[in-house]
């Protein structure tokens, strides 16, 4: 049974799905840009056999607030916020593209708050060429003002972002979309290898990893979220460069 939420962070609403037994260890889900909690409903019921899941909506999207303010180290305070409300001292993390950088900010900046830390298919923070933002006809189900902060964010990051993967302490396995995906796989390769003792699992099925494989996802992620602390996974671990 899914528990619909919302939790209050310095004056904005934020709408949250939590499912799974109560005393299960807590598992955060950030979705990407332009999406929503729903977007885990594949997956997010497996993964509640185990962990008690909260699947949060970000600002700007669907169910929380659209206050109109946007930066991604903003949504980076209201998940902490949010911890912070629902009483969850140290939870894992699992974030898809845009969601995947809010997660990876938080443990940079929280590190003993992040347990496990997954990373689905997420740029390197590095400068890239910027496109063009179109917005699509009708009604979104997500604020479009969000859309050009965030990615002139990603466009432009800052370079502590890159600087300060080091500081992450969370175990990490970075799962890769593959050359079917429009994020640079060298740089999710890279990613991995920044973050101390990350790993990196590469399922080719493009960017939208969780609903394209939805078994392979949750029996991996599932997995690295059981393990033991001193039990070496089978996963490959990113050369260093």
């Given at each position: 049974m899914v528990d619909y939420r919302t939790v209050d962070v310095a004056?904005?609403?934020?709408?949250?799905?939590?499912?799974?037994?109560?005393?299960?260890?807590?598992?955060?889900?950030?979705?990407?840009?332009?999406?929503?909690?729903?977007?885990?409903?594949?997956?997010?019921?497996?993964?509640?056999?185990?962990?008690?899941?909260?699947?949060?909506?970000?600002?700007?999207?669907?169910?929380?607030?659209?206050?109109?303010?946007?930066?991604?180290?903003?949504?980076?305070?209201?998940?902490?916020?949010?911890?912070?409300?629902?009483?969850?001292?140290?939870?894992?993390?699992?974030?898809?593209?845009?969601?995947?950088i809010v997660a990876y900010l938080l443990a940079?900046?929280?590190?003993?708050?992040?347990?496990?830390?997954?990373?689905?298919?997420?740029?390197?923070?590095?400068?890239?060429?910027?496109?063009?933002?179109?917005?699509?006809?009708?009604?979104?189900?997500?604020?479009?003002e969000l859309v050009r902060a965030i990615r002139r964010q990603i466009d432009r990051p800052d370079p502590r972002w890159l600087e300060r993967l080091g500081l992450i302490t969370a175990r990490t396995l970075v799962v890769a979309g593959g050359p079917g995906s429009h994020v640079p796989q060298d740089g999710v390769a890279e990613l991995a290898r920044r973050i101390p003792g990350g790993r990196l699992l590469n399922l080719p099925v493009g960017h939208q990893i969780h609903r394209a494989a939805p078994e392979a996802f949750t029996r991996a992620v599932g997995t690295f979220l059981s393990e033991e602390d001193e039990v070496m996974p089978s996963y490959s671990r990113a050369p260093r460069a």
């Open positions: 004056g904005t609403r934020l709408a949250c799905q939590v499912s799974g037994p109560p005393h299960g260890p807590p598992l955060v889900l950030l979705h990407a840009m332009g999406e929503d909690a729903g977007t885990w409903d594949v997956v997010a019921p497996v993964l509640a056999r185990r962990s008690r899941v909260y699947a949060i909506d970000l600002r700007g999207h669907a169910r929380s607030d659209w206050p109109g303010t946007y930066s991604l180290d903003l949504m980076k305070d209201d998940v902490l916020g949010s911890l912070d409300v629902l009483g969850l001292r140290r939870v894992d993390l699992v974030g898809h593209s845009m969601g995947g940079e900046d929280r590190p003993r708050r992040v347990g496990r830390l997954v990373l689905e298919d997420v740029p390197l923070p590095r400068p890239r060429e910027p496109s063009a933002s179109v917005r699509p006809e009708g009604e979104l189900s997500f604020d479009w």
